[in-house]
């Protein structure tokens, strides 16, 4: 009787440590606002009919992300006319009357220059957005523009 009990206890702890973030996280807020850029080159090489650039980012985000960021990134123009990138950006301001810092990784393609669409998702935190957690998509608002349209979810987890 007593080993059934036991097992009956350990297995309902178990099952509590699993549910209890499931109930402590909030419920995930949709992302909006924009997200533009200026990129200064730092530096440009060729190989098999490749172009790859290095760049530094400055960042200014409006929406439901408010403030400014830096980072760097990779462009690869393709010899086939298509453009792939990835890169790191340290967003510094507000969310949702929460401040801090956050990173954030993006990856984006286009198949001309000026047309981006980019998948973005939050690495870290600190402060008041040491927590938070989220991704989505950013869209090139017009060709040329150096402007994404952002949209997600982002959510707190229980810290």
């Not at 938070?132 to 949209?151: N, Q």
Request: charged residues 20%; proline residues 3%; contains cysteine.
């Amino acid at each position: 009787m007593r080993k059934k009990i036991s097992a009956l206890m350990i297995g309902a702890v178990i099952l509590s440590a699993l549910l209890i973030p499931t109930v402590l996280a909030e419920k995930p807020t949709p992302v909006s606002g924009t997200w533009s850029w200026e990129g200064i080159v730092n530096s440009v090489r060729f190989a098999d009919g490749n172009m790859f650039i290095s760049a530094t980012e400055y960042d200014d985000f409006d929406g439901t992300f408010d403030g400014d960021g830096v980072g760097l990134f990779k462009v690869t123009v393709h010899s086939g006319g298509f453009l792939t990138g990835s890169g790191r950006t340290t967003f510094t301001g507000e969310v949702m009357g929460y401040e801090g810092t956050l990173v954030f990784q993006w990856t984006g393609t286009t198949k001309t220059l000026g047309k981006w669409h980019c998948k973005w998702v939050i690495l870290s935190g600190t402060g008041e957005l040491a927590n938070l957690r989220g991704s989505g998509i950013g869209v090139e608002t017009a060709p040329d523009s150096y402007e994404l349209e952002l949209s997600g979810k982002i959510h707190f987890d229980p810290s």
